[in-house]
């Protein structure tokens, strides 16, 4: 896909870019693919394949409609190199963005991209999802997280659940359609108050498929006072290390929603 026709797609679709959002995926395609050659960021560096398949592709959300251009906190996990939340940002402006990513290296790219980009409301976060996810600053905060190709969705649920707001919703985005998926995680999306609201299928202009699932978050989760207690308690006698602690309070947690045992109301 050219530029040009990536333009004039959008436009059609009554999302016509300005002189300065044409200039900021342009620059955006420059330091992918420089910073490519530093770090591993992305397979695809030809021009026209990444304004298909990582720019187009990545706006799909606005596309069918399922991200309003408002004031409203997204939280992109497993982004790379921003995949799909910076390139609605730039067609979105308004949206307020934060990315968690387990590797350095690609913050880095990041907070310099945004800076080229002059992008506001961006924030980056060095650290696995597992652990910001027990962070009362992020836990419950946002009112969409998206994922691109990141997990199965049983896997998936369990990691960004957790960030959304009741009512929020979590949209993953997927180049295969995968009805066991959803099967998989039925038991942990009930655990997690959370529904599978639409399977969108679509298919970008090259006739590629593609497939949106929508999660919404219906209630906020009640955990039991003795899961409550788990990680207080672990800080105190230091039980279960750091890199588990989170694993096993949400293993108490899922004996406490299914009375595994009977000392657990």
């Not at 298919?203 to 989760?221: F, Q």
Request: proline fraction near 5%; charged fraction near 25%.
């Amino acid at each position: 896909m050219k530029p040009e026709t990536f333009y004039n797609l959008l436009a059609e679709q009554n999302l016509p870019l300005s002189d300065q959002q044409k200039k900021q995926f342009e620059r955006y395609f420059e330091l992918l693919v420089e910073w490519n050659e530093k770090i591993n960021l992305t397979a695809i560096t030809d021009k026209e394949e990444v304004y298909l398949k990582h720019f187009y592709d990545s706006i799909a959300p606005i596309l069918q409609g399922l991200i309003p251009n408002e004031t409203i906190k997204l939280l992109d996990i497993g982004a790379g190199a921003g995949f799909p939340s910076l390139p609605m940002k730039i067609l979105y402006p308004q949206l307020d963005v934060t990315i968690i990513d387990s590797l350095n290296k690609r913050i880095n790219f990041l907070q310099l991209l945004a800076q080229e980009l002059d992008l506001d409301d961006v924030h980056f976060y060095h650290g696995r999802a597992e652990d910001f996810a027990q962070d009362k600053n992020f836990r419950a905060q946002y009112d969409f997280v998206t994922a691109r190709a990141v997990a199965r969705m049983q896997v998936l649920s369990e990691l960004t659940i957790p960030y959304l707001k009741v009512g929020g919703k979590l949209l993953a985005l997927k180049a295969s359609n995968a009805p066991e998926e959803l099967l998989e995680a039925k038991n942990a999306l009930n655990l997690l108050f959370s529904k599978v609201e639409d399977n969108l299928s679509y298919a970008l202009p090259n006739g590629d498929p593609r497939y949106i699932t929508v999660v919404e978050k219906k209630k906020k989760r009640q955990i039991n006072i003795h899961v409550r207690l788990a990680c207080p308690i672990n800080a105190r006698f230091n039980l279960f290390s750091k890199k588990n602690i989170y694993k096993v309070c949400n293993f108490f947690a899922i004996l406490s929603q299914a009375k595994v045992f009977n000392v657990i109301p």
